[in-house]
């Protein structure tokens, strides 16, 4: 139980385009969905928290309008990278907080992410 | 503001042999601390989490151990294997609350040579 899918695994595309990444929780109800960016050899930074039916939260320096978050279900919430450039490319995961379970999250197997 | 920081950064270790990962956070008023794995190019695998009342947990060759008053966690890997090569990292929730989002750790990259 407790798998967070994510789609595509990766993605190539060229400047000034938008892309758009999907999370799924598949055998649970996830209230909560996290944002992730994950460059070369660096750790996890967190860039929005996403809640069911609500705005998401974004971190501090990671632009709303550039990375928009919609998560419309209780099961699927997306990250579309809106004119993306080169320095966007990066490996991109998100997690789910299961409703019924709210201490874990669970982490999906992310998105590389390459602008040429 | 909570960081955490993990030593070292990077570990080659001959298989067979047990190893201590560590992990310090600067705030002690954690809810709870969790480790987990990163295998290349791959999202991350829970391995284990400790709550704050907890001193430490168990899971097969894996003991995490939690000392919240000196900020330190430590992940002690028995008799180490080439498939236990990664990226380990912990985190802790932010703030203190239980379902807050996580502050991760640098990461220690582990080798386990055969």
């Known amino acids: 139980g407790a798998v967070v899918s994510q789609h595509p695994s990766w993605v190539i595309c060229k400047s000034g385009t938008s892309v758009k990444i999907e999370c799924r929780s598949l055998d649970f109800q996830a209230t909560t969905m996290f944002w992730y960016r994950q460059f070369p050899k660096q750790s996890l930074m967190l860039m929005a928290t996403s809640n069911e039916g609500s705005k998401a939260t974004y971190e501090q320096g990671v632009e709303k309008d550039k990375f928009l978050i919609n998560h419309a279900s209780l099961t699927l919430s997306t990250l579309t990278v809106t004119s993306a450039h080169p320095e966007d490319s990066s490996f991109y995961i998100c997690?789910?907080?299961?409703?019924?379970?709210?201490?874990?999250?669970?982490f999906g197997p992310g998105t590389r992410l390459t602008v040429t | 503001k909570q960081e955490v920081t993990q030593i070292p950064a990077a570990l080659s270790v001959p298989e067979g042999e047990n190893l201590v990962l560590n992990c310090s956070f600067t705030d002690s008023a954690i809810y709870n601390l969790q480790w987990f794995r990163q295998d290349p190019g791959k999202g991350l695998t829970s391995l284990l989490l400790?709550?704050?009342?907890?001193r430490e947990q168990t899971s097969g060759r894996l003991n995490a151990s939690l000392d919240k008053s000196s900020g330190r966690s430590t992940l002690y890997i028995a008799a180490s294997q080439p498939g236990d090569s990664a990226t380990y990292l912990c985190?802790?929730?932010?703030?203190?609350?239980?379902?807050?989002?996580?502050?991760f750790g640098t990461g220690t990259l582990l080798a386990v040579q055969p």
């Open positions: 400790i709550q704050s009342s907890q």
């Open positions: 997690s789910a907080r299961d409703r019924a379970r709210p201490y874990e999250q669970y």
């Open positions: 985190a802790v929730p932010s703030g203190g609350g239980a379902t807050n989002k996580l502050i």
